[in-house]
């Protein structure tokens, strides 16, 4: 299984790899970076591929090349629907390790709300059982948080992965599931050209620059922070509220309503083009730390629901290796590093007075400003690349198949054991179709929701009737 240079690993996005490139194209790169110097990577997205990476094989996967590609590897890493569209990859001898940074099926229930009722629930459906398709066949998982890690324990444990064999090789269960965070590059943020002072129209080299980080999606909530920064208009003047990036750089992801919803209020409240400015492009990847750099306060705002629990905002992550004090919303586990750290200030959701009295009161206390600046670029050295995908590297010093899955371990021999590691999952009952294989690729678990209207209740009828 092994090669003069380690093994040959492959790893799979579903988002575009090029200058543009959103949170798990990013996260999928920096893992291939870290593991090409010991192993033969290959790093493949199911979008378009137009990068260069020094040791690394980049590539466009598609329904030609790919069997070729899988049968090539011993150790597979993979984020979102891949396995489950792709059902055959899970029968491959290699080591298949699912990124569950992102609990998608969480995501979609805001994402998704302003379907009708019977595509929510398809769309509900089909994330839960792409997950758990990959739960049960996953020989290690990485995750983004502790908390994380406590949730997916729950879902493993349902899917019969929590079992005396994984128990005996590991009571912690840390060989099973591990905690590797989004991370940050060792090199600090240096700045090679203004990207908001004096280049976004109506933003002066002087004035007060609040950034909104990444893109606006359904489960953040800029509405609270727009109608705060109009009271913090009143007591700075000066206040520019820049969201960076309103265009998903996926072309298949759609417009978010939340976006448009942005937009007017901000039109309404007339303060764009005086407060409130939007750049509609998506920054470069090389380039986010000209627009990090000219920014005073970094900000994130979300709802009170359960996507909140579980969630790493990324951007938060840029704030911190760009020394910005951060403002966000209580609720998640970066609230909570905020607060305890001293890293600027945080208010409770759609609290709009309390957001304002945060957002002005480190505007105008410089020293305030600087203290929490100091504890971001501080705080910032924990969350290194290196640092947080450590746990994977640790496992790919030896990757193997996991116990409960590996063809020589002894199963039990009853009809309810069997069932519950049924062979057949309902993704890979449509999956055989080019047409949904298109859609996925192109638009992921959405985007195959809303064209497979009905196919999940086809699957479910037979399922039942034990077709």
């Not at 137009?50 to 150790?75: P, W």
Request: glycine residues 8%; charged residues 25%.
């Amino acid at each position: 299984m092994s090669t003069p240079k380690g093994h040959r690993v492959l790893i799979v996005t579903g988002e575009p790899l090029g200058a543009r490139m959103a949170g798990p194209a990013i996260r999928a790169l920096e893992m291939a970076k870290l593991l090409a110097p010991t192993h033969q990577v290959m790093l493949g997205t199911m979008g378009a591929c137009d990068l260069a990476v020094d040791g690394v094989e980049t590539m466009h996967l598609s329904h030609q090349n790919l069997r070729q590609i899988v049968e090539g590897a011993d150790v597979i890493i993979f984020q979102g629907v891949f396995l489950s569209v792709h059902h055959w990859v899970g029968t491959s001898d290699a080591v298949i390790i699912p990124d569950i940074y992102d609990p998608f099926h969480l995501e979609t229930l805001e994402q998704e709300s302003d379907l009708p009722m019977p595509e929510r629930w398809e769309v509900s459906y089909m994330t839960v059982e792409s997950l758990n398709h990959q739960i049960r066949r996953g020989d290690f998982f990485v995750c983004a948080s502790e908390k994380q890690r406590d949730f997916w324990l729950g879902q493993l444990a349902g899917q019969g992965r929590i079992n005396p064999t994984t128990y005996d090789e590991d009571a912690s269960l840390r060989r099973l599931i591990d905690v590797a965070p989004f991370g940050l590059p060792e090199e600090p943020a240096t700045q090679q050209r203004h990207g908001i002072r004096g280049v976004v129209e109506g933003v002066g080299m002087d004035d007060k620059v609040i950034l909104w980080g990444g893109g606006v999606y359904n489960w953040f909530d800029p509405l609270t922070l727009i109608r705060a920064v109009a009271q913090v208009s009143a007591h700075v003047p000066d206040v520019r509220l820049v969201f960076m990036g309103m265009k998903h750089p996926n072309p298949d992801v759609p417009a978010m309503a939340m976006a448009n919803r942005a937009r007017e209020l901000a039109e309404e409240l007339g303060l764009t083009g005086r407060h409130v400015f939007f750049n509609e492009t998506w920054v470069p990847y090389a380039d986010r730390a000209d627009l990090l750099l000219d920014a005073d306060l970094g900000v994130s705002c979300h709802f009170d629901h359960i996507e909140t629990e579980f969630s790493f905002r990324t951007r938060i992550l840029d704030y911190l290796w760009a020394g910005l004090p951060i403002v966000c919303t209580q609720g998640d586990a970066f609230a909570e590093l905020v607060d305890s750290e001293g890293l600027g200030g945080t208010a409770a959701p759609e609290d709009v007075d309390g957001l304002a009295e945060v957002l002005t009161g480190l505007l105008l206390d410089d020293e305030a400003r600087q203290r929490a600046a100091q504890r971001s670029r501080e705080v910032s050295r924990r969350f290194v690349w290196r640092t947080s995908l450590a746990p994977l590297l640790r496992f790919m010093e030896d990757p193997r198949r996991a116990p409960d899955l590996h063809p020589d371990t002894p199963r039990p021999h009853t009809a309810a054991y069997a069932a519950q590691r049924g062979k057949r999952p309902a993704f890979g009952l449509v999956a055989d179709l080019s047409l949904v294989r298109t859609y996925l690729d192109q638009g992921g678990a959405g985007e195959l929701a809303r064209r497979m209207a009905g196919r999940v209740k086809r699957v479910a009828r037979e399922s039942v009737s034990g077709r």
